[in-house]
Nanobody, 117 residues
Framework: QVHLVESGGGLVQAGGSLRLSCAAVGSISSINVMGWYRQAPGKQRELVATITGGGSTNYADSVKGRFFIARDNAKNTVYLQMNSLKREDTAVYYC???????????WGQGTQVTVSS
């Protein structure tokens, strides 16, 4: 019923910027939280940032001041603007949607972000 489509990953030099997009397709409750997670090889998946329908945000300490999350509720789309990228930001980035009324989670397919020196 609901699926998430991610785009925007790629290869970027350290210090550069990249913007990820994630569109949720289907019948979606407005009472939801969207966010981004990432997973590097050999490491556990970790939270990067979340945003509520009302615009409240939360960021991992490692990305505060560099990454910014935003959403377009009319398009059911969440964005992650990544600035001042570092080698340690290299990972597969996954979009997540949580429907609060049902407590159901939906995940995007993942998009690779590679930061080179």
């Amino acid at each position: 019923q609901v699926h998430l489509v991610e785009s925007g990953g790629g290869l970027v030099q350290a210090g550069g910027s990249l913007r990820l997009s994630c569109a949720a397709v289907g019948s979606i409750s407005s009472i939801n939280v969207m966010g981004w997670y990432r997973q590097a090889p050999g490491k556990q998946r970790e939270l990067v940032a979340t945003i509520t329908g009302g615009g409240s945000t939360n960021y991992a300490d490692s990305v505060k001041g560099r990454f910014f999350i935003a959403r377009d509720n009319a398009k059911n789309t969440v964005y992650l603007q990544m600035n001042s990228l570092k080698r340690e930001d290299t990972a597969v980035y996954y979009c997540k949607l949580k429907i609060m009324t049902s407590n159901l989670d939906y995940w995007g397919q993942g998009t690779q972000v590679t930061v080179s020196s």
